[in-house]
C-alpha cells in the first residue's frame, strides 16, 4: 500500500517568515499527491495536488509545493505566513486497492498543526 | 453546488443506541468516502463506494459498523450498538470519477458523542 508520513506534529512560525510543512511519501509507480487544510471544526479542504508536470506546484491561498522524486518528499511551503493559516494541514497520497478507475483511495498522513505567531 | 452535506452536524447518544449518520455527495461525484477522525488515530479511511458499490470496506472497525448507498444521492453510515469508542468526528467525501487525479471534497463533519 502506498503511505505518507509527515514527521513534524507541530510547526510554530512567526507572521511573515516563511513556513514549511514536511510531506514524504511511499508509493509504487508514479505518486498523486495532495495537500488538504483543515481549519478548527471544519472539513478537510483541498488545497494542491501533483499529478504530472512541473515539480512546484501553485495552489489556494498562496500556497505552494515542491514534488522531489529523489528525496520522495512533497513539501507545503508559503513565502509569508499569515496568522490565518493555522490550521491543520494533511498529506495524502492515491492509494490502488484493485483495479480499475474504481479502486482508488486516498491515504492521509496524521496531519500537522501549524502555528503563526503574529 | 452546496458541497457535500452531511447531519446531524453533532450527536450525543448513549452507549447502546443505535445511530445513523446521514451524506448527501455533490451532483454528479461517482466516488463516496466514509472518514472518522479522532486524536488517537487521526484521519481514517472507513469504506468507500464507487457509483453506488461498495469498493472497500475493510477500515469498518466491526460489524457493529455498517454502510450503506441505495442511490447516488444518498449514503448512510450506521452504528449499532454505539460504544464510547466511536466517539469521533465521522466526515464524508465524494469525488468524480478517475484514475485518482482527482481531489476529493469534504463535508462538514458530524461530531458524534456516545455517553
Known amino acids: 500500500a502506498q503511505s505518507v508520513a509527515q514527521p513534524e506534529d507541530q510547526v510554530n512560525v512567526a507572521e511573515g517568515n516563511p513556513l514549511t510543512v514536511k510531506c514524504t511519501y511511499s508509493v509504487s509507480g508514479n505518486p498523486y499527491l495532495f495537500w488538504y487544510v483543515q481549519y478548527p471544526n471544519r472539513g478537510l479542504q483541498f488545497l494542491l495536488k501533483y499529478i504530472t508536470g512541473d515539480n512546484l506546484?501553485?495552489?489556494?491561498?498562496?500556497?505552494e509545493a515542491e514534488f522531489n522524486k529523489s528525496q520522495t518528499s512533497f513539501h507545503l511551503k508559503k513565502p509569508s505566513a499569515l496568522v490565518?493559516?493555522?490550521?491543520?494541514?494533511?498529506?495524502?497520497?492515491?492509494?490502488?486497492?484493485?483495479?480499475?478507475?474504481?479502486?482508488?483511495?486516498l491515504t492521509f498522513g496524521k496531519g500537522t498543526k501549524l502555528s503563526v505567531i503574529p | 453546488d452546496a458541497g457535500v452535506i452531511q447531519s446531524p452536524r453533532h450527536e450525543v447518544t448513549e452507549m447502546g443506541q443505535e445511530?445513523?449518520?446521514?451524506?448527501?455527495?455533490?451532483?454528479?461525484?461517482?466516488?463516496?468516502?466514509w472518514?472518522?477522525?479522532?486524536?488517537?488515530?487521526?484521519?481514517?479511511?472507513l469504506i468507500y463506494f464507487n457509483n453506488n458499490v461498495p469498493i472497500d470496506d475493510s477500515g469498518m472497525p466491526e460489524d457493529r459498523f455498517s454502510a450503506k448507498m441505495p442511490n447516488a444521492s444518498f449514503s448512510t453510515l450506521k452504528i449499532q450498538p454505539s460504544e464510547p469508542r466511536d466517539s469521533a468526528v465521522y466526515f464524508c467525501a465524494s469525488s468524480s470519477q478517475?484514475?485518482?487525479d482527482t481531489e476529493?471534497?469534504?463535508?462538514?463533519?458530524?461530531?458524534?458523542?456516545v455517553v
Open chain 2, 35 to 45: 472518514y472518522r477522525q479522532t486524536m488517537m488515530r487521526g484521519l481514517e479511511l
Open chain 2, 104 to 113: 476529493a471534497f469534504f463535508g462538514q463533519g458530524t461530531r458524534l458523542t
Open chain 1, 84 to 105: 490565518s493559516d493555522s490550521a491543520l494541514y494533511f498529506c495524502a497520497v492515491r492509494d490502488w486497492r484493485g483495479s480499475g478507475a474504481g479502486s482508488y483511495q
Open chain 2, 19 to 33: 445511530v445513523t449518520l446521514r451524506c448527501k455527495p455533490i451532483s454528479g461525484h461517482d466516488y463516496l468516502f
Open chain 1, 57 to 63: 506546484v501553485k495552489g489556494s491561498y498562496g500556497f
Open chain 2, 98 to 100: 478517475g484514475w485518482g
